[in-house]
């Protein structure tokens, strides 16, 4: 059964400070991963994408990690601002020959405290 | 602002009732994607339109349908509807059909149904 496990469900910091997400995922076959922030009430927002041959990629502050062997991926975030208050969310996409499913980790809530 | 729109941003319907969600994808993009978006279930992937034709369907339910118009704006039509199905509606968009890595998706704002 395709599954995207995240963890920590919730997390609290303090702003300057920073954190790492994890995801772990059972998806096959394995297309790409990717990470989304959404904020309260509103649409997610694309951070990062990343293939099978990728191990790293960043956005501004966030980089996101990939092992396609341990199939587990994570999201450091760098000297956390307030605004980085919001839910993470990893999702996998499963399928080939441009036929795609899209299965969604229940995602992580970060709170960043001034 | 993603270029998404979604209309309306809220509906309050009742059980066994009807309704249409609206979305307008970016300028130039062809995909179309919907999401489900529930308290107890997190997100989840309905369905994907490219071009016009279906492309990939997750958990949809039967009594759910879409389409994508000429002009590639696409609806989705909930039916019979149930207490359940109260949740945040997504509509995203992306301009190819998502095979490749570099195609992201863009969110819209979301319709808020609520079905009493």
């Known amino acids: 059964k395709n599954q995207v496990e995240q963890s920590p469900q919730s997390l609290i910091i303090l702003e300057g400070k920073n954190c790492t997400l994890q995801?772990?995922?059972?998806?096959?076959?394995?297309?790409?991963l990717r990470w989304y922030k959404q904020d309260t009430g509103r649409g997610p927002v694309s951070l990062t994408i990343?293939?099978?041959?990728?191990n790293t990629k960043s956005n501004g502050r966030y980089t996101a990690t990939l092992d396609a062997d341990t199939k587990q991926s994570s999201l450091h975030i760098t000297a956390s601002q307030l605004s980085d208050s919001a839910s993470y969310i990893c999702?996998?996409?499963?399928?080939?020959?441009?036929?795609?499913?899209?299965?969604f980790g229940t995602g992580t809530r970060l709170k960043v405290l001034a | 602002d993603s270029g998404v729109t979604q209309t309306p941003k809220h509906l309050i319907t009742a059980t066994g009732q009807r309704v249409t969600l609206r979305c307008s994808p970016r300028s130039g993009d062809l995909s179309v994607y919907w999401y489900q978006q529930s308290l107890d279930q997190g997100l989840q992937f309905l369905i994907q339109?490219?071009?016009?034709?279906?492309?990939a369907k997750g958990n949809i339910l039967e009594r759910f349908s879409a389409q994508q118009f000429p002009d590639l704006h696409s609806e989705l039509n909930l039916s019979s509807l149930e207490l359940g199905d109260s949740a945040l509606y997504f509509c995203a968009s992306s301009v190819w059909w998502g095979g490749t890595p570099s195609d992201t998706q863009y969110f819209g704002p979301g319709t808020r149904l609520t079905v009493l």
């Open positions: 995801c772990n995922y059972t998806v096959s076959p394995f297309s790409n």
């Open positions: 999702v996998v996409s499963a399928g080939t020959s441009g036929t795609y499913k899209y299965i």
């Open positions: 339109y490219y071009n016009g034709e279906e492309r």
């Open positions: 990343m293939t099978f041959s990728e």
